[in-house]
């Protein structure tokens, strides 16, 4: 069993920063994606970036491409998002991912995704 534990969430102002924290525990994480989405009310789970567990490589939604990184400290298990120039439109709740299928691929379909966790508020005043 796999449990991801997200942290870091809050209010902000917009054009401010956050940065979340997704802690994995469980399996041994090596060929992995792991990534994360979010998702507003009334609207669908939404791909906002993802990791290759044992390259680094990442990829972004575009809307976000510039604002945020994505990263992974190997040692303790945990992947990072570093939100900046925060926008009212990044509202969300904001769920990291992981993808088991280890074929490689970054994938931004949700249903791709083995495991998540209980997710985290952000929210973004203007």
């Known amino acids: 069993q796999v449990s991801l534990v997200e942290s870091g969430g809050g209010l902000v102002q917009a054009g401010g920063s956050l940065r979340l924290s997704c802690a994995a525990s469980g399996r041994t994480f090596s060929r992995y994606v792991m990534g994360w989405f979010r998702q507003a009310p009334g609207n669908e789970r939404q791909f906002v970036a993802a990791?290759?567990?044992?390259?680094?490589?990442?990829y972004y939604q575009d809307s976000v491409k510039g604002r945020f990184t994505i990263s992974r400290d190997n040692s303790k298990n945990t992947v990072f998002l570093q939100m900046d120039s925060l926008k009212p439109e990044d509202t969300a709740v904001y769920y990291c991912?992981?993808?088991?299928?280890?074929?490689?691929?970054?994938?931004?379909?949700?249903?791709?995704?083995?495991?998540w966790g209980q997710g985290t508020q952000v929210t973004v005043s203007s």
């Open positions: 991912a992981a993808d088991f299928s280890r074929d490689g691929v970054i994938k931004v379909d949700s249903s791709n995704y083995d495991y």
């Open positions: 990791i290759k567990w044992w390259s680094g490589t990442t």
